[in-house]
């Protein structure tokens, strides 16, 4: 497998139970900043930029109830001049999934629902893949990361793809565990796009989109926030998304998904998610004025699973846990809550610290860095007091490794296709319709002396395969966020019988083996 940069970046870290008294604003002691945030912060950007080929980032920091940074760096796009600033629209991805869990206790504290009645009862016919897990699991189940499956399993199914909501959801029960139920961690997107039908079924057909839009969009005048990625890059004022995962830093395709909006499809500014994290900040009160109640807010932010219970030996951490939607954790003494997004060509965090009245979000588009994690923790470390640690130097060298192992392992399989070996079997022979039980069917064909993979339910996806040696084929996926990687097939005497295909860890981390039908 080759090195990557997952969509799901999270460190091992201490959660303290969320305290059951007087709302955050009540209680919050605040520590005086490092010099770090007024004499260095923009070189500090401007150098990681550089280090990590970031071409855009926009940051907002929020400290008691006001913003004190809210600005741009870089370009929207490489070579153009027009610059980022904080109102340049970025996909935010997975931290959709906190307006999710949001949405959810929000209709349970209006009594429409109960987080821990059985999904069932709102999806007639839900199903897991096996008839115990169906008959246990809960609204709140479903926002929890813990069905047994593995981390993104499914999403090269799903991921970019033109099934439905619906569709995405039947299909879950395809989705075969390898851990158990509510006691192990696999970070599940398709979970979210369930928990996302549920708000339909409870509100007598207003769909997610329209629920987050007029009940939280609205009323913190979140008007340069979307839900959707439909029509983003017809929109002023945006970032447009770059990689340097298997190559150079390259522009990247727009990713659609909005067939998996409650857990990824959102779109927003760093001015935009101020207010978010002002709401979150405030017990859910927004200008004075009560959004959602703190009870119900609160929700979101106990653990539904517990993901580790060690110190971490790089930051001032020791447990972490998992709500409605968001991550929390304690740092350096204080209860930090927090998620990371990653969609193509872009990767972002939302983090706030309500002790400290504190709030960060970070915005880049360049999918393959870690210097989002870093500018973070650095600002964290200012405000709590942590010893200074360049933590962006202290993460590079790790990842240019990963960066070198990546490029020799693309540059080795071009070199077994450069061999030019003889086929054992004729070209024809590796043509036909294959399908996987989850994916569905794939279509190979004739392409010169290359072959052309078809995918359904991806229409804009292909990948075309040369030839190394023995039954592997080099893969290279037409959108390049899928990477470049071997295709190995399995014959049967003189009959291909099989064809193993995998993709970029990004998106799904295990394989997929296609039967000749």
């Not at 999904?119 to 893949?129: A, E, I, N």
Request: aromatic share 12%; with cysteine; hydrophobic share 40%.
């Amino acid at each position: 497998m080759l090195p990557f940069l997952s969509r799901l970046t999270a460190f091992s870290a201490l959660t303290l139970s969320l305290l059951a008294g007087p709302a955050p604003t009540a209680w919050a002691q605040s520590k005086a900043p490092s010099r770090f945030m007024t004499d260095s912060l923009d070189r500090y950007i401007e150098r990681g930029m550089r280090q990590w080929q970031i071409p855009g980032l926009s940051v907002v920091v929020i400290k008691n109830g006001k913003v004190v940074v809210s600005k741009g760096y870089g370009v929207r796009a490489v070579g153009k001049s027009e610059p980022v600033d904080a109102n340049t629209l970025f996909m935010i991805a997975s931290n959709t999934k906190l307006f999710t869990g949001t949405a959810l206790a929000k209709l349970e504290d209006d009594k429409k629902l109960s987080l821990n009645d059985r999904v069932d009862k709102y999806l007639p016919g839900f199903r897991l893949y096996d008839s115990v897990t169906t008959r246990l699991v809960t609204v709140r189940d479903l926002m929890g990361h813990h069905f047994g499956t593995k981390t993104f399993q499914g999403d090269f199914t799903f991921w970019d793809s033109d099934l439905s909501r619906q569709e995405i959801v039947q299909r879950m029960r395809l989705l075969k565990p390898s851990g158990q139920f509510r006691k192990d961690y696999g970070y599940c997107n398709a979970g979210f796009v369930a928990a996302g039908l549920v708000i339909p079924a409870v509100t007598g057909g207003t769909s997610w989109d329209d629920y987050v839009q007029q009940n939280f969009l609205q009323p913190l005048g979140m008007s340069n926030t979307y839900t959707g990625t439909a029509g983003f890059e017809k929109r002023a004022n945006i970032a447009l998304p770059y990689s340097n995962t298997f190559g150079p830093l390259t522009p990247m395709p727009f990713d659609h998904i909005d067939n998996i909006g409650p857990c990824g499809s959102m779109v927003s500014s760093v001015n935009d998610l101020a207010k978010w994290m002002q709401f979150q900040l405030d017990s859910g009160r927004y200008q004075g004025k009560q959004v959602m109640s703190w009870a119900a807010l609160r929700k979101t932010r106990d653990p539904n699973t517990l993901l580790s219970t060690r110190k971490s030996s790089a930051l001032p951490t020791h447990y972490m846990t998992y709500g409605l939607g968001v991550f929390s954790a304690d740092y350096a003494g204080s209860q930090v809550f927090w998620h990371t997004g990653g969609a193509t060509g872009f990767v972002s965090n939302v983090c706030f610290v309500p002790e400290e009245q504190l709030g960060i979000a970070i915005l880049t588009n360049n999918d393959n860095q870690s210097f989002f994690e870093a500018l973070r923790y650095q600002i964290l470390d200012s405000y709590l007091g942590v010893p200074y640690t360049n933590r962006s130097a202290a993460y590079l060298p790790g990842a240019r490794t990963g960066d070198q192992e990546t490029y020799a392992a693309v540059a080795k399989l071009q070199k077994r296709v450069a061999q030019k070996k003889k086929l054992p079997l004729a070209l024809d022979a590796y043509t036909g319709q294959f399908s996987h039980p989850l994916f569905g069917p794939i279509s190979i064909a004739k392409q010169g002396k290359q072959l052309l993979v078809s995918f359904s339910n991806h229409p804009n996806l292909t990948a075309t395969l040369d030839y190394m040696d023995g039954q592997e084929f080099r893969a290279t996926y037409s959108n390049p966020t899928y990477g470049i990687f071997p295709a190995v097939f399995k014959v049967e005497g003189q009959r291909v019988a099989s064809v193993e295909m995998r993709i970029n860890p990004f998106i799904e981390y295990d394989s997929y083996l296609f039967s000749r039908l």
